[in-house]
């Protein structure tokens, strides 16, 4: 089949799919049955997206709060919901999320895809270091193990150093957690003596969260460290788990097709850019009928793609993974910088452990700032200092201020990771 003959194939299943889940939530569904009208609600190609209007992190959120505690955009009664969870509230007040027990099961079809693609099989041994707290993260993917056949461990509650230890006597082959704290315990594992690559059976890591593991320098560090093949993935509590890196690691993440609409937009005007633009990642659910997202501007900065894949997967591809948010671009000295591009040059460096980005005003001009701790053994850390200023300089144009402090002095992290700061 060409690639064109593909692409229809897919597009007919998306808008099956997705006038079938129309006709399911717009009778009952307070939240899109005021936002979406009959007349725009009648697509007959996916062309007409436009029709209907975008929905906005703001929008479930003033819709919450209106009617608290979980808001209209449900199409069932409350007695029908089995699941609840929240976003993780960096970027401001929580949402809570209700999931049915069909919509349970999408998502973990959805994390089976992810799974597999990357090469997980039934007799894999899956090791999630996760706190399983209402943040959403890593439970549909402990929902996809058992989908997958494999068998699942719980890293919930147990210390770096548990967790450590249990990776090893449980002979996991599997680690899923976020790309930071796959580098903590690797620099943990480290300072106790352990050699991952050669006393852990782990092969592959599969990480969420941050788009870490889709920087080229981050997923280095995390193979060296582990000695296993790094996998990214892309999702949300409000979308789900809608991307997922092959084994043939084409540089980017595949948009799983037959479960999501993927529409990339100018943030500015909301009209589509071409293939191989920059611009922001809106996505449509076509599973979660219990409480769905049409259209839903996720804030990602994203790079489209149809090219050929190895994999054979007709998909839309995201090269470079998840690149930034949106609103995290920073223009220092005229220069446009995400915190993504810093964080890649960081990686290149074996002696830092961790930062901090920091940005603020002086003379009225935005100024850089970055942070660095340095790993224990780190012989020199003026000269580290000067590298990482000389090499910041040469590969983004950039000037910062550069410091390092004791190791140990920055924070940690088990989920989502703040090294970005805005003063």
């Known amino acids: 089949m060409s690639t064109t003959e593909n692409r229809k194939s897919i597009e007919e299943q998306q808008l099956k799919k997705f006038q079938r889940m129309l006709e399911t939530i717009l009778p009952t569904n307070e939240f899109y049955r005021r936002k979406i009208s009959r007349a725009a609600a009648n697509l007959t190609s996916l062309a007409e997206l436009s029709k209907i209007p975008f929905t906005i992190k703001s929008d479930l959120v003033e819709d919450q709060a209106k009617h608290p505690p979980f808001g209209t955009d449900l199409t069932y009664p409350a007695e029908r919901y089995i699941r609840i969870h929240q976003t993780s509230g960096t970027t401001g007040r929580p949402i809570y999320w209700l999931d049915t027990d069909e919509s349970w099961e999408w998502w973990g079809e959805c994390w089976k895809t992810i799974f597999l693609a990357a090469g997980v099989r039934p007799e894999d041994r899956i090791y999630f270091a996760f706190s399983f707290g209402p943040f959403i993260g890593f439970w549909s993917g402990w929902e996809g193990a058992r989908k997958v056949g494999a068998l699942a461990i719980s890293g919930g509650s147990q210390s770096t150093a548990q967790r450590l230890k249990a990776i090893i006597d449980y002979q996991a082959t599997v680690v899923v957690c976020t790309p930071t704290y796959a580098l903590h315990m690797a620099a943990e594992a480290r300072k106790a003596g352990m050699d991952l690559a050669g006393d852990s059976r782990v092969r592959i890591t599969v990480h969420a969260g941050e788009p870490g593991a889709s920087i080229p320098s981050t997923k280095k560090r995390i193979e060296e460290g582990w000695g296993a093949k790094c996998y990214d993935h892309a999702g949300g509590t409000e979308v789900g788990a809608f991307a997922f890196e092959c084994e043939g690691q084409p540089g980017g993440l595949h948009i799983n097709e037959l479960e999501f609409i993927a529409e990339v937009i100018n943030p500015e005007t909301g009209e589509a850019v071409k293939e191989g633009q920059r611009g922001e990642l809106v996505m449509t659910n076509l599973g979660r009928v219990g409480s769905p997202v049409i259209r839903y501007r996720t804030g990602d900065l994203v790079q489209p793609s149809f090219k050929p894949c190895s994999c054979g997967r007709p998909f839309m591809l995201l090269e470079g993974g998840v690149l930034g948010r949106i609103d995290d671009m920073i223009i220092v000295r005229g220069?446009?910088?995400?915190?993504?591009?810093?964080?890649?040059?960081?990686?290149?460096?074996?002696?830092?452990?961790?930062?901090?980005?920091?940005?603020?005003?002086?003379?009225?001009?935005?100024?850089?700032?970055?942070?660095?701790?340095?790993?224990?053994?780190?012989?020199?850390?003026?000269?580290?200092?000067?590298?990482?200023?000389?090499?910041?300089?040469?590969?983004?144009?950039?000037?910062?201020?550069?410091?390092?402090?004791?190791?140990?002095?920055?924070?940690?992290?088990?989920?989502?990771?703040?090294?970005?700061f805005k003063l």
Do not use: H, W, Y
Request: with cysteine; charged share 35%; hydrophobic share 40%.
């Open 335 to 420: 220069v446009n910088v995400f915190p993504s591009a810093i964080e890649n040059v960081m990686r290149e460096f074996a002696e830092i452990e961790e930062f901090r980005i920091e940005t603020f005003l002086r003379e009225e001009l935005c100024e850089l700032k970055v942070t660095l701790e340095p790993r224990p053994d780190c012989e020199s850390t003026d000269a580290l200092g000067e590298r990482v200023s000389r090499r910041l300089r040469e590969r983004l144009a950039l000037r910062p201020q550069v410091e390092t402090v004791a190791p140990g002095t920055l924070p940690r992290f088990e989920l989502k990771a703040k090294r970005f």
